[in-house]
């Protein structure tokens, strides 16, 4: 089993800047894929961004390209999301999940792992 304890969300005014950071815990975390979502209030989840388990691969969906980055400690066991120029329609609940594979995925249903996530709220 892999723990992820999210943190780091809150209220930011737009244009601001966020760093949320998952701490896991369980077994062999530190070889594991991890990936970064979020889901607004009567949407979908949508897949923001994930990275490899050595930090050599990473992926960032369109939408999110050029403002989030994803970036992974293994000595620590964390994996952070540095979230720049906030909007409004970033405003939504963020989750880190952890896939059991050295390669990262797209879709939520390639995770295995996931945390209670923490609320982003951008005000205009």
């Known amino acids: 089993q892999v723990q992820l304890v999210e943190s780091g969300g809150g209220l930011v005014q737009a244009g601001g800047s966020l760093r949320l950071s998952c701490a896991a815990s369980?077994?062999?975390?530190?070889?594991?894929?991890m990936g970064w979502f979020r889901q607004a209030p009567g949407k979908e989840r949508e897949f923001l961004t994930a990275?490899?388990?050595?930090?050599?691969?990473?992926y960032y969906a369109d939408s999110v390209k050029g403002r989030f980055t994803i970036s992974r400690d293994n000595t620590k066991n964390t994996v952070s999301l540095q979230i720049n120029s906030l909007k409004p329609e970033d405003t939504a609940v963020y989750y880190c999940?952890?896939?059991?594979?050295?390669?990262?995925?797209?879709?939520?249903?390639?995770?295995?792992?996931w945390g209670q996530g923490t609320q982003v709220t951008v005000s205009s």
């Open positions: 990275i490899s388990w050595n930090g050599g691969i990473t």
């Open positions: 369980g077994r062999t975390s530190s070889s594991y894929a």
């Open positions: 999940a952890a896939r059991v594979s050295t390669v990262p995925g797209s879709t939520a249903d390639s995770y295995d792992y």
